[in-house]
Structures are given as C-alpha cells and as structure tokens.
C-alpha cells in the first residue's frame, strides 16, 4: 500500500453514493472513501430516512486523499466528469434531493476552488443546461451502514453495478489514465 503523507478531505454530492464512491476508489492518492450523508440537520440520520428524500440529506462521499498526489482541483475535475451537474435533484434514474449535486468544502480554499470550476465550466459552453451545483459548506457527515461501503465491489452482478456503475468507472479510466489505479 502506498504511504500518504499530506492528508486532507474532500467531501462530493452527485446521485447514488455508490456511484461516486466506484470510482473515486480508484483514484491515485485517494487513501480512503466512504460513502455516507451530509447536508441535513438531524443527527445520526439512516438509509431509510435520507433516501424518503425529505432529511435534507444528500448521499455523499468523504475522501481522505494526499495532496502531494493528487490535488483538490484534480478530485474536483473528476466529480464534475463523472456525473451531470446539470441535473436539478437527480441523477439518470436516480430522482430527489439526495441525488443533488453538492460540493461540500471544508474551508475556504476549497470554496473558492469548486466555484471558480463552476464559473469555468459554465463559460466552457460544455453544457445545454444551467449547472445546478451547489457549493455549500459541511456541517456534518455521517457515514453511511456498513452494507453501502465500497458496494461496487461486494455486489459486481448487481445489475445497477454492471449497467450504471461499471460504465462510470470506465469512463473515468479512459478520461483520468494518470489517476486511475488499479
């Protein structure tokens, strides 16, 4: 295993958490990736409660991740590809406000860092559609039951993980070679 030696987090909304999670699994100097839930205000919310879409909650990832490996802006170029930003409460089939599209920063740098990629984007032309992200700041996460972490992996037959989520983590591995890891 490599040794991580600048540690910092980042923390990405954008549909199904198992989806995000998939890939940025695989993502050279990210050290460690759990799927759970920021957003609302209750505490200690479940599965049960966020995905009935009225907690305020949005299923989200937590990465720990080296940034002499890999920078904010680098994880932020990923989670801006491998899901549509411009997708108000939803992703594909996935649909209400736990699928939003949420950068949750834990400090100013990354404030400023998630909305100058939106400004960016959006002057790009890249998109038909308004990106709806939202930069907010972290108030809380909770991680999610233990069943939900590194699923693609435990559930590869699952059909949600062979048509939704094997194709994203395709495309990530052809678009980010040199930080994809194997």
Known sequence: MAKY?????AYFAGGCFWCLDAVFRRVTGVSACISGYAGGTKES???EEVSAGSSGY???VKLEYDRTVITYDDLLSIFFYIHNP???NRQGHDIGAQYR???FYADPEQKKAAEKIIETLKAS???DKPIVTEVRPLNQFYSAEDYHQDYFEHNLSDPYCAFVIAPKVEKFKAAFKKFYKE
């Open 86 to 88: 411009t997708e108000l």
């Open 5 to 9: 030696n600048k540690m910092e987090t």
């Open 45 to 47: 919310p479940s599965y």
């Open 58 to 60: 949005a299923e989200t």
């Open 125 to 127: 032309g890249d998109y």
């Open 101 to 103: 599209s949420v950068v």
